[in-house]
């Protein structure tokens, strides 16, 4: 299985941005993290990280065709963007959304997610959690030892 773990704006600066809200740990932490559990599994996992939009549609555009899964922290854009929720469904990959906050109990700007209509499942105020349960959900179902 090929899984492309697409993280947006700011998740770069994880350990740097708001410590209470998203921890202590490091972007390179949270790779590691979601490579150890890939490895487990024999995932095939690449990353992606861009602060700009349009380069995450086109990461998700490339991945037609060459990618079994995608999970996404879209971040920011969660909120914002119609082009990132229609790449996802014009590639049709089996998506999850990963948030390491509850933004359902953050500002309300926060609580609605263009992504979730494109996602399977969101996972969302776990931290690093978020992303292991992600990649396993994914795992499990084109496994085939999941329904749906
Ligand atoms: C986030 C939540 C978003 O609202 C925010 O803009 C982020 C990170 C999260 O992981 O909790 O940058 O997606």
Redesign the pocket.
Known sequence: MKLLIIN????NMLGIREKGI?GEESYESLLSYCRSICEKKGIEVSFFQSNHEGDIVDRIQEAYGSTDAIVI????Y??TSVAILDALKAVNIPCCE????N?YE?EEF?HHSYISLAAEKTF?GEGFKGYEKAILYLFEKLSGKQEG
Do not use: E
């Not at 947006?8 to 998740?11: A, H, M, R, S, Y």
């Not at 990963?98 to 906050?101: A, E, G, I, K, T």
């Open positions: 947006g704006p700011n998740i998203y922290n879209p971040a920011a969660t909120h990963v948030h390491l906050s933004i953050r926060r969302y």
